[in-house]
């Protein structure tokens, strides 16, 4: 199946990126041995106890970064993630000994292996591409659904995430006579897709007959099925229940996630210190005091709260109009605040919200307080965001854009409040978000 080969293309990359690791910390100590002027015995045995390490932190920052999902992330994407993990593995070079107990290893060894791991892991992620995209035929789609909107938002999803998507095709089926209409698209699809419009017995029915012939189904779910998702099953005699939580975290994650709250925030604001000052300069030069912007925005259970942010409009810019969502090219907001929406610096003053404990870093994106109430009529169950502590990135942040709908917004809250694991999620997300904003065409 495409699955397993896609799979393997994946441990191929796995296994090159274990190799090249590898030879880039011992390959100064051959050139080394080569000249004759070997390194000591004792910086070996440290090198040695040292690589086991860094090998795991290597394949879980790559495995964080998606590296190994051949087809659902370009080669730029890529190439940041090898960049991040490289760096970040740069400077646990000069930590990790120290925590080792292992004093000897040499730093030329650590500063050496930067470059050639940056080089010839992209060099090997590019090749693996290659051959993939050169080896497996384009997908076709089909796309059930009894909603031709539906169906058209879900065809240019598929188009524009997944390279590989040549055609696909929208067929609105009746659950009553459906096996002789899909028997003649077997053999012509390669996966196929279910839209939420169906009901649970109809979506089983469809379900039931693709998988029977070996046909790969995705299913796109509705907040219900968002609900379901990692919930706890409890067995009374032979009658399994789901026991529904809205949010999955305990009081132990809870207090884990405030910690990495703050420790985020207090390193963000002091690395971005230098650029917190050149912004206000900027702001003040072109459009005046004030420098911030100070703004009602709904938090945890309804509480409102003031938000923290540079201000990138004009003064006055809801005079006339009243509290409006800001357009792609709103003509309210100024050069400095194109810049700064376009990059994300304008969010970076929420980290003083984070500080304060109004918001975390991770979690669904605050709304004002008017808007909620409008939301709320077109977005059916969209307060149910409150049960969260509102954040500065999230889901939404990473996988949706500018104008993604309100209900898809709900969906990805919904999906990060039902994690397995909250706390690895938020560190997911946190380590993709510094990935985001150095890839502009994902930040619209």
């Known amino acids: 199946m495409r699955r397993d080969k896609k799979n393997i ?17 011992f390959l100064l100590v051959y050139i080394r041995n080569y000249f004759k002027i070997p390194f000591s015995s004792e910086n070996i045995t440290a090198l040695e106890v040292f690589l086991p390490y860094a090998i795991v932190m290597f394949v879980v920052l790559f495995t964080l970064y998606r590296l190994y999902e051949v087809d659902e992330i370009d080669f730029y994407e890529t190439f940041l993630g090898i960049l991040f993990t490289s760096l970040i593995m740069f400077i646990l070079g000069f930590a990790l000994p120290f925590f080792l107990r292992v004093f000897a290893v040499p730093r030329s060894v650590i500063l050496f292996a930067l470059p050639v791991q940056l080089v010839f892991i992209s060099l090997a992620h590019l090749l693996i591409r290659k051959i993939y995209f050169s080896v497996l035929p384009p997908l076709d789609v089909l ?18 995430y ?85 949010v999955n975290i305990s009081p132990l994650e809870k207090a884990l996630k405030r910690v990495i709250d703050l420790i985020v925030s207090i ?11 050149a912004v206000s300069i900027a702001i003040a030069r072109e459009a005046g005091r004030p420098i911030f912007y100070l703004q009602d925005r709904v938090g945890l259970n309804g ?16 005079k006339y109009t009243g509290a409006i969502l800001s357009e792609e090219d709103d003509p309210r907001v ?34 004002r307080p008017e808007l909620i109430e409008k939301i709320k009529k077109d977005v059916p169950n969209f307060e149910m965001r409150l049960k969260l502590k509102p954040g500065i990135t999230g889901y939404a942040q990473l996988y949706g854009k500018y104008d993604t709908s309100f209900d898809y917004k709900l969906k990805m809250d919904l999906l990060y409040a039902r994690s397995r694991n909250i706390i690895l999620t938020d560190i997911y997300i946190i380590i993709n978000t510094v990935k985001l904003f150095l890839t502009p065409k994902k930040r619209k």
């Open 267 to 277: 390193v963000a604001l002091v690395f971005f210190s230098p650029i917190i000052l």
């Open 303 to 318: 509480k409102v709260f003031k938000i923290v942010k540079f201000r990138t409009m004009i003064q006055d810019a809801e």
């Open 9 to 25: 293309f994946g441990f191929c990359d796995l296994v090159i990126d274990l190799f090249i690791v590898y030879f880039s910390y």
């Open 334 to 367: 100024t050069k400095v605040g194109k810049f700064l929406r376009k990059t994300g610096l304008d969010e970076i003053p929420q980290f003083v919200n984070v500080l304060r404990g109004e918001m975390s870093v991770v979690g669904p994106r605050p709304e």
């Open 143 to 160: 796309i059930l659904t009894s909603d031709s909107d539906e169906g058209k938002i879900i065809s240019e999803y598929f188009k524009q």
């Open 162 to 246: 997944f390279p590989k998507v040549k055609n696909t095709e929208v067929l609105s089926l009746d659950c009553d006579d459906f096996q002789s209409l899909l028997e003649e698209k077997l053999d012509s699809f390669d996966f196929f897709i279910i839209g939420d419009n169906y009901n649970p017995d109809e979506k089983s029915k469809f379900i039931e007959f693709l998988t029977s012939n070996n046909k790969t189904v995705y299913i796109v779910t509705g907040v219900y099925g968002l609900l379901l998702h990692n919930q706890n099953v409890r067995i009374l005699g032979d009658l399994p229940f789901f026991e529904i939580n809205l």
